[in-house]
């Protein structure tokens, strides 16, 4: 309990690219509180998923583009 | 803070002070007549009537007081809720030897009463702070 997760995120980068788009918009769009955007974001949660895709989608970009999985960063470059 | 975050806070809260009062009370009356003869049902029930009372308050008013958060738990929730009520579960059956084994020994109704209640607030306060502690650092 308490382990960091292993998928990382670009979801804070990503939310400035698109207008400055706060936790809170996000959350709304993908019909979640703004603080499992903020446990996303700094690693305490991993999302399902479904709500992976969701995330994606809401920034019009690709999984792979906002997560990746730590052990698999080495084994892609 | 989420609701179901604060709604947490505050069942861990009332059902520790409703058990701490409970106590305090009980052992206050006790005085130079033995533990085992004071009339501990109404203080028993009190407590728990207050501690369920005040909790329908508390998450009534959590409700009023933060009308722009999102109010109905998400999966985050969901799954910190399963989680807690798993661990709290484990507590409850492992804690519900003590009174079963006082019964089997034929204690007094006082002991197995308390060690009852004594196990369900054990329970709440343990399930409690495990999504407490899932809800700041992870599951």
């Known amino acids: 309990m308490g382990k960091p997760t292993k998928?990382?995120?670009e979801i804070r980068r990503l939310r400035f690219e698109h207008g400055e788009m706060t936790q809170a918009d996000l959350a709304q769009r993908i019909g979640v509180t703004r603080q499992t955007i903020i446990a996303i974001e700094q690693g305490r949660y991993s999302p399902s998923l479904e709500m992976a895709f969701e995330i994606a989608e809401a920034f019009d970009v690709a999984l792979i583009d906002v997560f990746?999985?730590?052990s698999s960063e080495g084994a892609n470059a | 803070m989420s609701s179901a975050e604060k709604g947490t806070w505050l069942y861990l809260i009332v059902n520790a002070l409703t058990y701490v009062a409970y106590l305090a009370i009980v052992l206050g009356r006790s005085g130079t007549t033995p533990l085992?003869?004071?009339?501990?049902?109404?203080?028993?029930?009190?407590?728990?009537?207050?501690?369920?009372?005040?909790?329908i308050v508390g998450r009534i008013a959590i409700e009023i007081a933060g009308p722009r958060e999102t109010h109905r738990p998400d999966v985050r929730d969901r799954e910190i809720d399963h989680f807690g009520e798993y661990v709290g579960g484990v507590t409850l059956?492992?804690?519900?030897?003590l009174p079963f084994g006082l019964t089997l020994a034929e204690f007094d109704?006082?002991?197995?009463?308390?060690?009852?209640?004594?196990?369900?607030?054990?329970?709440?306060?343990?399930?409690?702070?495990?999504?407490?502690?899932?809800?700041?650092?992870?599951?």
């Not at chain 2, 006082?110 to 992870?138: D, E, M, P, Q």
Request: charged residues 10%; without cysteine.
């Open chain 2, 36 to 55: 085992v003869e004071v009339d501990y049902v109404p203080v028993m029930l009190g407590a728990i009537g207050a501690a369920v009372g005040l909790t």
């Open chain 1, 68 to 70: 990746k999985f730590a």
């Open chain 1, 7 to 9: 998928v990382t995120n």
């Open chain 2, 93 to 97: 059956a492992v804690g519900m030897v």
């Open chain 2, 109 to 139: 109704h006082f002991w197995i009463g308390n060690a009852i209640y004594l196990v369900f607030s054990t329970y709440a306060f343990i399930g409690s702070a495990i999504k407490l502690v899932a809800y700041r650092r992870g599951i």
